[in-house]
């Protein structure tokens, strides 16, 4: 390769090699290096390297608490969204017949992220509310007597709000997926003798398997790294890792807040290495 190449190649690589140092690896390192700081009350952060923001919160049971607390909603709503965004997929690519109707519909999917997460994520308080749509429905028709509590402020609109919310960041690589799927295979499977199930099982499921680990990273960033839907949603009953980060933010306990947000990114880190390694997304891509 020439000089002259190399140069280009070089300025190419540039422009996102400035943006990964400036907005990932600094903050990043930054959060690093403060979580091994000392915090002294009426002082702040004081520069003194020491373990003990990371030995305080792996010996507490209230951020494992909270851990187990962000992974129990993490998988629910990963099953839930994979459930939804596998079907929807599904019905848009190989049951919608004209090409643009199933854009349509897809598009049609969408119309609810024209509005912020806050917004749709508060419209779901008339509907659960003890005098809300659902209760008011169920009593009208005589369902029930009472106006069920469990449906706001709990673990449930926790998840339901989840599942509203980052449902199409599941989707959109399913679906992605599947339009890449060459229809023929499917009608030489069923030729052979295999019956609808067969061949999503042993066709449509494993070409999608790309979309399906772009989505589940997608989703399980987006759930742990979340803190306002557990916190409104929930009216405070329920908690997760990140909660914990705000009440030290709150606290100006930087160094402990630190310690925290790096024990969360290992974890995500974990997970999605586990994800990588069930599929190659990067051999997938380039097919």
């Not at 390192?29 to 915090?39: D, G, N, P, Q, T």
């Not at 119309?111 to 419209?123: D, E, L, Y």
């Not at 880190?269 to 891509?285: N, P, T, Y």
Request: hydrophobic share 60%; proline share 3%.
């Amino acid at each position: 390769m020439s000089a002259r190449s190399s140069l280009a190649a070089q300025l190419q690589v540039a422009p996102m090699a400035i943006v990964l140092l400036l907005f990932f690896i600094i903050p990043v390192a930054l959060v690093v290096i403060v979580s091994f700081f000392r915090y002294q009350m009426l002082v702040g952060l004081v520069p003194d390297f020491t373990f003990k923001n990371y030995y305080d919160l792996l010996s507490n049971p209230t951020t494992w608490a909270l851990y187990l607390s962000t992974i129990k909603f993490t998988l629910i709503v990963l099953a839930i969204t994979l459930v939804l965004g596998f079907w929807l997929s599904y019905f848009l690519v190989f049951h919608v017949r004209h090409l643009m109707v199933a854009i349509g519909l897809f598009l049609v999917c969408t119309v609810p992220f024209w509005t912020s997460n806050i917004i749709r994520m508060i419209s779901w308080r008339p509907v659960l509310g003890r005098e809300g749509l659902i209760n008011q429905g169920l009593q009208g028709i005589g369902v029930i007597e009472q106006p069920l509590d469990w449906l706001l402020f709990s673990d449930f609109s926790v998840v339901v709000t989840y599942v509203h919310l980052f449902t199409l960041f599941m989707m959109v690589p399913i679906f992605n997926s599947m339009a890449r799927i060459d229809k023929a295979l499917l009608e030489a499977a069923i030729d052979a003798g295999a019956t609808r199930w067969g061949v999503v099982w042993n066709v449509v499921l494993p070409l999608s398997k790309t979309g399906i680990a772009l989505g589940s990273l997608f989703v399980v960033t987006l759930v742990m790294g979340d803190f306002a839907v557990v916190k409104v949603m929930s009216g405070g009953l329920s908690g997760s890792a990140t909660s914990g980060i705000f009440n030290d933010l709150q606290f100006l306990n930087y160094p402990r807040a630190a310690a925290n947000a790096v024990i969360l990114l290992v974890i995500v880190m974990l997970i999605a290495s586990g994800i990588f390694r069930l599929v190659d997304v990067r051999k997938e891509l380039v097919r």
